[in-house]
């Protein structure tokens, strides 16, 4: 997976919001600094050392955003002198190996952050944000570095429409606890939330009652875009099709054809699917486009003339033979713009090559897994028992009622437990999870506040097992460790969910 430059220019959150303070009011002293996700190798010194007005953060040349960055959220200034000095600097690679690993050491002599990469700079970095405490900062020497190299949010804004703001606030903690990719499932069904030139009417209704924006003009991709890459976060589209891409046929009948999803067999089709994946592959810097590809029914295209010339034209029996079709083409235009194409784990089972990024979500379908990563598919793991967040957390709480709830709370120990790659994957199989990523879809989460209950804490577990090394995880050190992670979350107005005493009516307006 590629990096994305880092642009320095759009800090719109002001450092008291984006400072992590481990500090929590009434809460017993732990015995070290609370850090998730726990690094691989911690060994703890003696004391600590001042971190005051008078530090200073030190970096120049490629490590300069890293420091800036760091600067800012600790409200201390950039310079070579100071009463404490935190020096950030790139080193051989050879020396940390992982580019987004980092060796952190704090003693009397100040802060060193190295890294062979800024990703491993800026994680670092996030590590000592975790580690700074009443203005000192506890002696240490870490190495860290991360299991996977995806590790991903999906936030669906088609169902209900998220704007820069609430992403804004999700970038920057997906930033403190290490997460790089952020998924925009940007249309479906209910809405379609991206403008394309010369297709206004899929955006033309997208109004919310008090008049405001529905939707994501170029500009709004383009800030969303460089607000992620300062923070090392990815970020991916995703657009459906030929399912869940109503919202563009209630716009452009014509893309039906009188179907139950866009008309395989039309040129107007193609025109189309070529001019959305054009204006999103100029948007949108990342190496991947995801186009979902799942849940498409056995009726979609029944007693349709031109698909029943097509089945004959290209000797096509079944609709799975037809969607193979359909998606051949539209593997080729995103590879045409550059882009890998993406798709929900149904592609695999239809027949989609291995050139395809796999997204299994299926828990039911353990098989279509096993064989996607026995023909070579790269693989993104996203099981809907385990990091599905919009399903419920505790008893007695809301959720989505569907697959979720029959294996009962998606609670953080759950989350914990899990184990991502298969023990039946070979080594070489394993080599092809690119990583994990966590879902929060919105058919039922109408509100900012019910967003943030359902993401925050399991957001912080999961990042945990994107991050950790392969094994077991000790439930109750991670509980501990979590306290003042949610007392900094709330102190920052995210409304972050504290234990399942907590009361939900309030957060579903």
């Known amino acids: 997976m590629e990096a994305l430059p880092s642009s320095p ?60 960055f760091l600067a800012r959220s600790l409200g201390i200034k950039q310079g070579e002198r100071g009463s404490t000095r935190i020096l950030l600097r790139l080193v051989p690679a050879r020396t940390i190996g992982n580019p987004e690993g980092y060796h952190l050491r704090v003693d009397r002599h100040g802060v060193l952050i190295e890294a062979s990469d800024p990703r491993g ?38 169902r209900h429409f998220y704007g820069k ?26 809405g379609w939330r991206i403008e394309i030139p010369g297709y206004p009417k899929l955006t033309k209704g ?23 890459a300062e923070r090392h976060i990815m970020v991916i589209p995703e657009i459906e099709m030929p399912s869940h891409s109503g919202s563009a046929g209630t716009a452009y009948p014509e893309l039906y054809n009188g179907g139950n999803a866009l008309d395989p067999a039309s040129p107007t089709t193609y025109a189309f699917i070529r001019s959305v994946f054009g204006e999103v592959g100029r948007l949108f ?56 194409p993406m798709a929900w784990d149904e592609q695999a089972e239809a027949g989609a090559s291995s050139d395809v990024v796999i997204q299994w979500w299926r828990k039911a379908r353990p098989d279509v897994l096993d064989a996607a990563a026995a023909r070579g598919s790269e693989l993104v793991v996203s099981p809907v028992d385990q990091v599905y967040f919009d399903y419920h957390q505790g008893p007695g709480e809301p959720g989505a009622p569907w697959e979720g709830n029959d294996n009962g709370p998606t609670s953080i120990a759950k989350i914990l437990a899990w184990e991502p790659v298969p023990a039946s994957f070979t080594p070489e199989e394993s080599k092809k999870v690119l990583g994990v990523e966590a879902a929060v879809w919105t058919e039922f989460i109408a509100s900012r506040r019910y967003l943030e209950f359902m993401t925050f804490p399991r957001l912080l577990a999961f990042a945990e097992v994107a991050w950790r090394p392969k094994g077991g995880r000790d439930e109750a050190d991670f509980s501990t460790r979590l306290t003042p992670h949610l007392d900094a979350l709330r102190a920052s107005g995210i409304n972050a969910r504290r234990d399942e005493g907590d009361a939900y009516e309030f957060i579903t307006h």
Do not use: C
Request: no cysteine.
């Open 165 to 190: 703001p609430v992403l804004f606030k999700f970038l920057d903690q997906m930033a403190v606890y290490k997460l790089n990719v952020l998924h925009l499932h940007l249309t479906d069904d209910p």
């Open 285 to 340: 810097p990342a190496p991947y486009i995801h186009f979902g590809g799942d849940e498409v029914g056995d009726d979609a295209w029944k007693d349709m003339p031109d698909v029943r010339q097509l089945k004959v034209a290209q000797d096509l029996g079944s609709t799975k033979e037809v969607e193979a079709y359909f998606v051949r083409n539209v593997v080729k235009i995103i590879e045409a713009n550059g882009r890998r």
């Open 121 to 158: 700079l800026f994680y670092g970095a996030q590590t000592l944000r975790q580690m700074v405490s009443g203005g000192r900062v506890a002696v240490a020497d870490i190495s860290d570095a991360p299991r996977f190299l995806w590790r991903g949010l999906l936030i669906d804004v088609a």
């Open 206 to 228: 997208e109004i919310t009652a008090d008049g405001s924006r529905a939707y994501f003009t170029a500009a709004d991709i383009r800030d969303i875009v460089a607000y992620a």
């Open 9 to 68: 220019t759009l800090f719109r959150v002001a450092p008291k919001f984006i400072a992590v303070l481990l500090v929590a009011t009434g809460t017993p002293a732990l015995a070290h600094p609370a850090l998730i996700p726990l690094p691989t190798s911690v060994a703890w010194g003696n004391g600590d050392i001042p971190l005051g007005p008078n530090a200073v953060v030190s970096g120049k040349g490629a490590t300069a955003p890293s420091a800036a």
